[in-house]
């Protein structure tokens, strides 16, 4: 059997979003626009199986033609018949909740594959003898040919997402290293094209000289004479002495889907700002342009307060090993009024608590422009994994001077975060009561600074194409350096094209860090109702859970090339060494020995020092990442950020050691079970899997916990067929 940090277990979590209440009081037409937003972004969704893995469409494919032809407990019968045990089935179905869960082979968070926990050839009897085989014998041969052997596959490079030798990827083809990716993102900062919705493939031309196709995704193709912004982009070009092709028509099918749903629900929208940027999604989706895509998202932050609250696209880079192309996300939503209002008042406190961050004045935006804060119940979240909260739209220039919005995922933080006494690792037994009574609170608080004042905060130096700068070049001073500014983003250039590989972690560590600072501000306290000794309680456990995620990070470090997996993780880890490094006790992490004989750790906060060595540590490196942030000081970013990543065995903490006995006592992340709309009679109804007949039978613990029900009733088998035909072009 595989190692057990590249399976999932039999008894791993599955909790259910609820979003029944808030549904319930919608109106019919904001029932059909939440509906077609849905089946938009779950139609698009399935872009991310494209852009996960070579193999994950073709596994997706193999599951949709088992589960079409025989439902889970006939599946069983057929299963235990071959030879399954009744374990060995129910890794099957884990393994297939994950392919559904994780929309591909590797896990969302920390982008570690997992594999199948039961032999291969058992699953091959199981799948070749299988109804769907008796039905299509050549098609479901032809798919567990493609796929079986990378199924199970754990061959170093395949062990992990990354670039070259790295890992694997498919935002790039295989002969592609990291070289290759910084030309290409030099090349598209010089025509001021976005990676966001790219893919880079390389060959080779006869002289031996490569060649690189820059595709963009679109419902269009290189060839189509519609004129549009965009056709004049589509050429060949050379850029320092390599040949660049941009060409367009990636994802076609799936985001031709996208955009007949958005079409649909443009009917139904509140408002014309609602309709404007629908419609310029659609121009986006179809086009392949990102200049469409900001224009949506202009009139999307200008979409104050709407009941049903939405974004789609090509949103997030954390998957990209270079951390500049977007996984395709959408989400569809419900506004929970009462956390709203909290927020709320937190919107109207920000401009003051702006001014108690520890950065001058000259490093904050030059108007705070107030966004929308609401908590939302969620309906629909398509992509790879589903956070805590958001900040968006992610584009540089809409961010500095038309805003953003930002939401906290309530019904997700009411499930995804609950916490288990008897699973509880690394605490002390004192701390756990109080851990788990304050756990959820103290993370409310922290979602809404990290996401508001954390991501909503600072400015970029720039310089645009006229020449002209948006800061005053005689009077601001460098606080770190007591000189004038250096450097500075030129046009073109934003904040992932220059921080690249590091860009997503230390902006997360930025937010968080904010979020850790100002929860110390009793004014923030009482805006989420607590006083007192509340919250004293409240702060400390914010920071105690912090430092703890900082040690269970370890799990997503790769010692075997000196890698982190994930960005929030990787984050939190550096958070935890800034702490450290404060001293003075403030926390301590101790190897222990476990009542069952096992390694272990402790991690120990002193909450009489948070104060007074914790925030003066916190503050100086705040400002510093701030200020490299600010004036786009990429080497002296990477030098401050690199050296608080880097985990070594140096003593006193030995961080490798304490990996080993992170993995062993690690517990795995949950599944999230997602409601499905469908209409009835033109009318849209919430399919909630706790009160309607599901295709699982009821003896197994995956009530739908599977997105299959949703996305295989979006087109025939054919249609998603068809769309593999893409994959061929994409390199293993």
Same mark, same amino acid.
């Given at each position: 059997?595989?190692?057990?940090?590249?399976?999932? #277990?039999?008894?791993?979590?599955?909790?259910?979003?609820?979003?029944?209440?808030?549904?319930?009081?919608?109106?019919?037409?904001?029932?059909?626009?939440?509906?077609?937003?849905?089946?938009?972004?779950?139609?698009?969704?399935?872009?991310?199986? !494209?852009?996960?893995?070579?193999?994950?469409?073709?596994?997706?494919?193999?599951?949709?033609?088992?589960?079409?032809?025989?439902?889970?407990?006939? !599946?069983?019968?057929?299963?235990?018949?071959?030879? *399954?045990?009744?374990?060995?089935?129910?890794?099957?179905?884990?393994?297939?909740?994950?392919?559904?869960?994780?929309?591909?082979? /590797?896990?969302?968070?920390?982008?570690?594959?997992?594999?199948?926990?039961?032999?291969?050839?058992?699953?091959?009897?199981?799948?070749?003898?299988?109804?769907?085989?008796?039905?299509?014998?050549?098609?479901?041969?032809?798919?567990?040919?493609?796929?079986?052997?990378?199924?199970? =596959?754990?061959?170093?490079? !395949?062990?992990?997402?990354?670039?070259?030798?790295?890992?694997?990827?498919?935002?790039?083809?295989?002969?592609?290293?990291?070289?290759?990716?910084?030309?290409?993102?030099?090349?598209?900062?010089?025509?001021?094209?976005?990676?966001?919705?790219?893919? &880079?493939?390389?060959? $080779?031309?006869?002289?031996?000289?490569?060649?690189?196709?820059?595709?963009?995704?679109?419902?269009?193709?290189?060839?189509?004479?519609?004129?549009?912004?965009?056709?004049?982009?589509?050429?060949?070009?050379?850029?320092?002495?390599?040949?660049?092709?941009?060409?367009?028509?990636?994802?076609?099918?799936?985001?031709?889907?996208?955009?007949?749903?958005?079409?649909?629900?443009?009917?139904?929208?509140?408002?014309?700002?609602?309709?404007?940027?629908?419609?310029?999604?659609?121009?986006?989706?179809?086009?392949?342009?990102?200049?469409?895509?900001?224009?949506?998202?202009?009139?999307?932050?200008?979409?104050?307060?709407?009941?049903?609250?939405?974004?789609?696209?090509?949103?997030?880079?954390?998957?990209?090993?270079?951390?500049?192309?977007?996984?395709?996300?959408?989400?569809?939503?419900?506004?929970?009024?009462?956390?709203?209002?909290?927020?709320?008042?937190?919107?109207?406190?920000?401009?003051?608590?702006?001014?108690?961050?520890?950065?001058?004045?000259?490093?904050?935006?030059?108007?705070?422009? =107030?966004?929308?804060?609401?908590?939302?119940?969620?309906?629909?979240?398509?992509?790879?994994?589903? #956070?805590?909260?958001?900040?968006?739209?992610?584009?540089?220039?809409?961010?500095?001077?038309?805003?953003?919005?930002?939401?906290?995922?309530?019904?997700?933080?009411?499930?995804?975060?609950?916490?288990?006494?008897?699973?509880?690792?690394?605490?002390?037994?004192?701390?756990?009561? &109080?851990?788990?009574?304050?756990?959820?609170?103290?993370?409310?608080?922290?979602?809404?600074?990290?996401?508001?004042?954390?991501?909503?905060?600072?400015?970029?130096?720039?310089?645009?194409?006229?020449?002209?700068?948006?800061?005053?070049?005689?009077?601001?001073?460098?606080?770190?350096?007591?000189?004038?500014?250096?450097?500075?983003?030129?046009?073109?250039?934003?904040?992932?094209?220059?921080?690249?590989?590091?860009?997503?972690?230390?902006?997360?560590?930025?937010?968080?860090?904010?979020?850790?600072?100002?929860?110390?501000?009793?004014?923030?306290?009482?805006?989420?109702?607590?006083?007192?000794?509340?919250?004293?309680?409240?702060?400390?456990?914010?920071? &105690?859970?912090?430092?703890?995620?900082?040690?269970?990070?370890?799990?997503? /470090?790769?010692?075997?090339?000196?890698?982190?997996?994930?960005?929030?993780?990787?984050?939190?880890?550096?958070? *935890?060494?800034?702490? &450290?490094?404060?001293?003075?006790?403030?926390?301590?992490?101790?190897?222990?020995?476990?009542?069952?004989?096992?390694?272990?750790?402790?991690?120990?906060?002193?909450?009489?020092?948070?104060?007074?060595?914790?925030?003066?540590?916190?503050?100086?490196?705040?400002?510093?990442?701030?200020? !490299?942030?600010?004036?786009?000081?990429?080497?002296?970013?990477?030098?401050?950020?690199?050296?608080?990543?880097?985990?070594?065995?140096?003593?006193?903490?030995?961080?490798?050691?304490?990996?080993?006995? $992170?993995?062993?006592?690690?517990?795995?992340?949950? *599944?999230?079970?997602?409601?499905?709309?469908?209409?009835?009679?033109?009318?849209?109804?919430?399919?909630?899997?706790?009160?309607?007949?599901?295709?699982?039978?009821?003896?197994?613990?995956?009530?739908?916990?599977?997105?299959?029900?949703?996305?295989?009733?979006?087109?025939?088998?054919?249609?998603?067929?068809?769309?593999?035909?893409?994959?061929?072009?994409?390199?293993?």
């Amino acid at each position: 059997m595989a190692d057990a940090q590249y399976i999932l #277990p039999n008894d791993i979590g599955v909790s259910s979003l609820d979003c029944r209440e808030a549904f319930r009081l919608l109106s019919p037409t904001e029932r059909l626009y939440a509906h077609h937003l849905s089946r938009a972004a779950w139609y698009g969704g399935l872009a991310v199986l !494209l852009q996960t893995s070579p193999e994950a469409p073709y596994i997706y494919a193999l599951l949709s033609r088992l589960f079409r032809a025989q439902d889970p407990d006939q !599946l069983r019968q057929h299963a235990l018949a071959e030879g *399954l045990t009744e374990e060995e089935y129910q890794a099957f179905l884990v393994y297939a909740a994950g392919i559904y869960s994780n929309m591909g082979n /590797y896990k969302s968070f920390g982008d570690t594959k997992f594999v199948p926990n039961l032999p291969k050839e058992k699953l091959e009897h199981v799948i070749l003898g299988s109804k769907a085989a008796q039905q299509n014998p050549a098609e479901v041969r032809s798919l567990w040919q493609t796929c079986g052997e990378l199924m199970f =596959s754990l061959e170093p490079r !395949l062990r992990h997402l990354g670039l070259g030798k790295e890992g694997i990827t498919t935002y790039f083809s295989g002969d592609c290293t990291m070289e290759d990716a910084k030309l290409a993102q030099d090349f598209l900062d010089s025509q001021n094209l976005s990676a966001y919705n790219t893919r &880079l493939f390389k060959d $080779v031309d006869q002289d031996g000289k490569p060649r690189y196709e820059v595709r963009l995704a679109s419902v269009l193709g290189t060839e189509s004479a519609l004129h549009s912004e965009m056709t004049s982009r589509l050429k060949s070009y050379e850029f320092r002495g390599n040949h660049f092709q941009v060409t367009r028509g990636d994802y076609a099918p799936i985001l031709q889907k996208v955009v007949e749903h958005l079409e649909k629900a443009k009917a139904y929208a509140a408002n014309s700002r609602q309709e404007q940027m629908l419609a310029q999604y659609i121009e986006s989706f179809t086009q392949g342009s990102i200049e469409a895509h900001k224009r949506g998202s202009r009139f999307w932050i200008q979409d104050k307060g709407p009941i049903v609250e939405s974004y789609i696209g090509f949103i997030e880079s954390y998957r990209d090993p270079f951390g500049s192309r977007g996984e395709f996300e959408g989400f569809v939503a419900m506004v929970n009024k009462a956390m709203s209002a909290k927020f709320e008042c937190l919107v109207a406190s920000a401009e003051q608590l702006l001014k108690e961050l520890p950065w001058p004045p000259a490093f904050e935006k030059d108007k705070f422009l =107030s966004p929308d804060f609401t908590s939302l119940d969620v309906l629909t979240f398509s992509g790879s994994g589903i #956070p805590a909260g958001i900040n968006i739209p992610n584009y540089d220039d809409l961010r500095q001077t038309e805003g953003f919005k930002n939401v906290s995922l309530g019904n997700v933080l009411a499930v995804a975060y609950a916490t288990q006494r008897e699973k509880l690792t690394f605490l002390e037994e004192d701390d756990k009561d &109080l851990y788990i009574r304050w756990k959820g609170p103290s993370f409310d608080v922290q979602v809404g600074l990290h996401e508001l004042l954390g991501h909503g905060s600072g400015k970029l130096f720039v310089q645009d194409e006229k020449g002209a700068f948006n800061f005053d070049q005689e009077t601001v001073i460098n606080p770190e350096t007591g000189e004038q500014i250096q450097s500075w983003y030129r046009s073109g250039e934003t904040w992932d094209s220059k921080f690249s590989t590091i860009a997503s972690s230390y902006e997360e560590c930025r937010a968080e860090s904010v979020g850790l600072y100002l929860c110390l501000n009793p004014q923030v306290l009482e805006i989420f109702g607590f006083e007192g000794a509340d919250a004293e309680d409240v702060i400390y456990v914010n920071w &105690l859970n912090m430092v703890r995620a900082g040690l269970l990070a370890l799990e997503f /470090y790769t010692p075997e090339v000196s890698s982190w997996r994930q960005a929030h993780m990787q984050a939190r880890f550096v958070i *935890l060494r800034v702490l &450290l490094e404060a001293g003075e006790g403030l926390v301590t992490v101790t190897p222990t020995t476990g009542t069952d004989g096992r390694p272990d750790a402790r991690v120990r906060l002193d909450r009489n020092k948070i104060r007074s060595v914790g925030k003066p540590a916190l503050e100086r490196f705040l400002r510093r990442l701030q200020v !490299l942030k600010s004036t786009g000081d990429v080497a002296g970013g990477r030098a401050l950020y690199e050296g608080y990543a880097a985990v070594t065995d140096a003593p006193p903490e030995c961080f490798l050691t304490l990996r080993d006995t $992170v993995l062993l006592r690690k517990e795995s992340r949950k *599944l999230i079970v997602q409601p499905n709309t469908r209409l009835e009679a033109t009318r849209p109804v919430r399919n909630g899997w706790t009160h309607t007949t599901t295709p699982w039978p009821t003896s197994t613990p995956f009530p739908a916990a599977w997105r299959w029900q949703i996305c295989m009733g979006m087109g025939s088998t054919s249609w998603w067929w068809g769309i593999l035909a893409q994959v061929g072009s994409i390199p293993a």
